[in-house]
């Protein structure tokens, strides 16, 4: 699908990591996208409708973070309230320890190191369809988290899903899969914002 006017401009953290296939993904379900690498990107013009920080190596993120000057940034975007999606290292990043717009505490490399990748059928409630085959690479899962926080999904008992407000969280990497349906979500959940701001 190609992004037409009025399409939802979405920021892809651009630092490290699998930036360029969630950015594939969502041209392919008709949003706009912009890589991020400065605070310049994150602002605009024209302004962000929404954010992706994808999966990587989340010290290598953290310094790059540090390098460009985006922790405040990323921290004020989020506290916009305009919808984020952390993957994998992303879902590190947003966390206490981190950037702490999520009150959630995540475990780097919790199910071990990449020779342990490995491939599970998750349920989501708000998902139609059969579960989502999602691929774990080094992943973390979260350890806490706090009251307004929805765990959407687990592993063993662990929880790898996440929502908190219009921040969107996941242990794995649904860029890797062919199944759109996460992606699809979170698109959704801009335009649906983009639709309330615009008729207020």
Do not use: K, Y
């Amino acid at each position: 699908m190609v992004a037409t006017a009025g399409a939802p401009l979405i920021g892809v953290l651009a630092l490290q990591g699998g930036f360029a296939a969630h950015a594939r993904v969502l041209r392919e379900l008709g949003a706009e996208v912009r890589e991020v690498r400065t605070p310049a990107d994150l602002g605009g013009p024209p302004a962000l409708d929404g954010l992706v920080l994808p999966g990587g190596e989340s010290t290598t993120m953290t310094l790059g973070i540090e390098r460009e000057g985006l922790a405040e940034p990323l921290r004020a975007f989020a506290a916009s309230g305009a919808p984020v999606f952390g993957t994998c290292a992303g879902l590190i990043m947003l966390d206490r320890a981190h950037l702490g717009v999520m009150d959630t505490v995540a475990r780097r490399n919790a199910f071990g190191r990449q020779v342990h990748s490995f491939e599970a059928d998750l349920d989501f409630p708000d998902l139609e369809g059969p579960p989502v085959r999602a691929v774990f690479i080094r992943a973390p899962w979260i350890d806490e988290a706090g009251p307004e926080v929805e765990i959407l999904a687990e592993v063993d008992g662990h929880p790898v899903a996440a929502r908190q407000g219009e921040l969107f969280v996941l242990s794995f990497h649904p860029e890797l899969s062919d199944d759109r349906r996460l992606h699809a979500a979170f698109v959704e959940r801009v335009r649906r914002r983009l639709e309330h701001r615009d008729a207020a």
